[in-house]
């Protein structure tokens, strides 16, 4: 078998990985299945070494580097959840700008929640019913609350805000050397310039249908059934729900501790220690970041379990929930991470590479955005994309950043906007989720979807490296 052989079974594999996941099939599945058969059709590829050396020991460490995070995060967004503490932030946005800003009310009380901490499911499952009802005061059609909740929950809040907990933006960290803060200035324009472009399409949609005469319509049948879960995920009934200030104190402590940690603490302790082999052999920048998450997101959960406490009679089941369901998520990035471990390994992927870094040679910005974008969009997922991409390429890209002056922080923003535009292609689970809470197909919903989230990222992306290009990291 040849070079053309091994860039067949590559490309095949990742053909069947991305249609196979829009059927439904499990990626834990899918992963080590489809890049066996990648392994099958290249020359000189040892099959089970590949799979135990190769596979499982990319999985494990991506596990060892980030399961803190995926833990904390899911104990934090389950316990906003069943103390009524995501549902009261909410309500207070909406309650404050009213039925008449109905998108804007939605996309906002989703984007402080994701930046909170929150798991976008979790707050798809919150703000839905509170949707619901506005959009049904405001004569919206219904059609309309899946690009609003995607617009606040999928994207800025995920990929552009500095300081934002999500995965996608500590994934970059140990690769750079960077922190959950990496480019703020940047950051911050292009998460406002998503917001302003995402709420004035869905404003012209919603005058659009306006001017045809279009209404709310019926509910889906996936209303009832969505309520209850609500309900019976929420606080105690017996006593009244947090105060606003309370509910919202969890969020600020996290996104503050995080910068604390990050900027300012962190920095200036004597680790010297972790020079030793024992702690990795690595310097305080390969661990900042990932450490001022773990604190602040562990101060979150504490504090909401003081605030909350009364309102969690079930405290042991809710927790073991939270934990239960990051094990799923963190597993099936994990197996993406393998599976892109192992495609690099191939004699075919020598080729693909050089392919991918030559375009643009001047500026890696650019390839570095293209392929972390192509394989989130391949893989149907945001980190699942951006940790192959970086498994594979990271430090050829920081090699080539170093050598063009461009400041690691500024690498670590392209990437963390990159995974945030393919991957909410239509095999995308959280697309998939969000399209089934609503009772609506992609049929009815999914342009506004596209727009909102792959489109308008796209075009933010191509500013950003734009601006970074010419005025570097700020």
């Known amino acids: 078998m040849t070079a053309g052989s091994s860039i067949a079974g590559i490309l095949l594999s990742l053909v069947l990985l991305m249609w196979l996941a829009y059927r439904g099939i499990s990626v834990l599945i899918l992963a080590p299945v489809l890049a066996l058969l990648a392994v099958l059709l290249s020359p000189d590829a040892p099959l089970l070494a590949s799979y135990t050396q190769v596979f499982m020991k990319a999985l494990g460490g991506f596990v060892i580097a980030f399961f ?34 109905a998108v804007s009310a939605v996309v906002l009380a989703c984007a402080l929640l994701t930046y909170g901490g929150v798991s976008l499911f979790v707050v798809a499952f919150a703000v839905y019913p509170i949707a619901v009802e506005l959009f049904r ?18 994207t800025f809040t995920m990929t552009a805000l500095p300081g934002t907990p999500a995965i996608q933006n500590a994934i970059p960290m140990p690769y750079f050397g960077t922190t959950p803060f990496a480019a703020p200035g940047l950051g911050l324009l292009a998460g406002l310039l998503m917001l302003v472009l995402g709420l004035a399409w869905l404003s012209h949609r919603a005058r659009h249908a306006a001017a045809r005469g279009e209404t709310y319509g019926e509910d889906g049948p996936a209303q009832a059934a969505v309520g209850e879960a609500v309900a019976s995920s929420s606080a105690s009934t017996d006593v009244p729900p947090l105060p606003v200030t309370l509910a919202l104190a969890p969020i600020v402590t996290v996104v503050a501790l995080n910068y604390l940690m990050a900027e300012i603490v962190l920095p200036r302790v004597d680790a010297g220690y972790l020079a030793q082999a024992l702690y990795g052999a690595v310097g305080m920048d390969a661990v900042r970041g990932v450490w001022s998450i773990i604190v602040a997101l562990t101060a979150g959960v504490l504090l909401l379990i003081v605030l909350a406490w009364r309102r969690l009679p079930a405290l042991g089941d809710t927790l073991d929930a939270g934990a239960t369901s990051a094990v799923a998520p963190i597993f099936n990035t994990a197996s993406q991470v393998g599976y892109g471990a192992v ?19 001047g500026n890696p910005l650019v390839s570095l955005s293209i392929s972390v974008n192509v394989l989130a969009g391949i893989t149907g997922s945001a980190s699942g994309g951006m940790s192959i991409a970086l498994q594979t390429l990271g430090s050829t890209y920081l090699a080539m950043a170093q050598a063009a002056g461009i400041h690691p922080d500024l690498l670590h ?10 991957d909410a292609l239509p095999h995308n689970g959280a697309v998939i989720t969000l399209l089934s809470i609503c009772g609506l197909t992609h049929r009815q919903s999914y342009l506004d979807i596209f727009v909102v989230a792959v489109v308008v990222p796209v075009v933010v992306l191509v500013a950003v490296v734009w601006l970074g290009s010419a005025y570097g990291s700020f």
């Open 343 to 361: 495609i690099a390994s191939l004699a075919g992927f020598t080729l693909i590479r050089d392919a991918v870094l030559g375009i643009a040679p």
């Open 137 to 154: 005061a405001a004569n919206l059609p219904k059609r309309l609350i899946p690009a609003t909740i995607a617009l606040g929950a999928f």
């Open 68 to 101: 803190p995070l995926f833990l904390l995060g899911a104990l934090f967004g389950r316990l906003m959840q069943a103390s009524g503490a995501a549902r009261v932030l909410a309500l207070a946005i909406v309650e404050r700008l009213g039925a008449r800003r």
């Open 413 to 422: 923003r392209v990437t963390a906007i990159a995974t945030g535009g393919l």
